[in-house]
Antibody, heavy 119, light 110 residues
Framework: QVQLQESGPGLVKPSETLSLTCTVS????????WSWIRQPPGKGLEWIGN???????NYNPSLKSRVTISVDTSKNQFSLKLSSVTAADTAVYYC?????????????WGQGTLVTVSS | QSVLTQPPSASGTPGQRVTISCSGS????????VNWYQHLPGTAPKVLIF???QRPSGVPDRFSGSKSGTSASLAISGLQSEDEAHYYC???????????FGGGTKLTVL
């Protein structure tokens, strides 16, 4: 059974960079796409972007200028960096296996981690 | 405002059949497949339906999906208390060049 676990700071200051890592266990990160999704408090889900195990990434156009997603196949991990954060970036951040690379069919998810942007 | 429109809430009594709608446009539901998720707060979301009407192994056949034109529906029959959760639809959007989600429907089992 594939399992995903997000890790990283739960509090980030405004204007700084949010950094999260997703560790995949129970299966290889190879041959799949991997996505980041977030859910602001009281709001719906928003796709941030995804990455293929080879390193090719796609981003939500609304966040593209601030987002970088990378992969480390040797550690079975992929990571998210979101720069110049504001309070609007406060959300629960999820990582997920992206079954077809579209970002809409996500068959395994992490439990999510709350990231609060505040000074 | 979400690109895909879902009713914010739905309810039913145990044993009933409930339907949750997801309305979109020609650039998303009208030309791409729809996926449905169940989410209990504090837990990992779970895919219930993929490719409009396909159930992953382990998902009870009480859950079914359908699509017609620019709308899709998730039906839950034989409603159970453990079905109380938030439900989301999702699809690729050709105009936005990315996936879009519905705003979610909170299902209450009375």
């Amino acid at each position: 059974q594939v399992q995903l676990q997000e890790s990283g700071p739960g509090l980030v200051k405004p204007s700084e960079t949010l950094s999260l890592t997703c560790t995949v266990s129970g299966g290889s990160i190879s041959s799949y796409y991997w996505s980041w999704i977030r859910q602001p408090p009281g709001k719906g889900l928003e796709w941030i972007g995804n990455i293929y195990y080879s390193g090719s990434a796609n981003y939500n156009p609304s966040l593209k200028s601030r987002v970088t997603i990378s992969v480390d196949t040797s550690k079975n991990q992929f990571s998210l960096k979101l720069s110049s954060v504001t309070a609007a970036d406060t959300a629960v951040y999820y990582c997920a296996r992206d079954r077809d690379g579209s970002g809409s069919w996500l068959d395994y998810w992490g439990q999510g981690t709350l990231v609060t942007v505040s000074s | 405002q979400s690109v895909l429109t879902q009713p914010p809430s739905a309810s039913g009594t145990p044993g009933q059949r409930v339907t949750i709608s997801c309305s979109g446009s020609s650039s998303n539901i009208g030309s791409n497949t729809v996926n449905w998720y169940q989410h209990l707060p504090g837990t990992a979301p779970k895919v219930l339906i993929f490719s409009n009407d396909q159930r992953p192994s382990g998902v009870p056949d009480r859950f079914s999906g359908s699509k017609s034109g620019t709308s899709a529906s998730l039906a839950i029959s034989g409603l159970q208390s453990e079905d109380e959760a938030h439900y989301y639809c999702a699809a690729w959007d050709d105009s936005l060049n990315g996936p879009v989600f519905g705003g979610g429907t909170k299902l209450t089992v009375l």
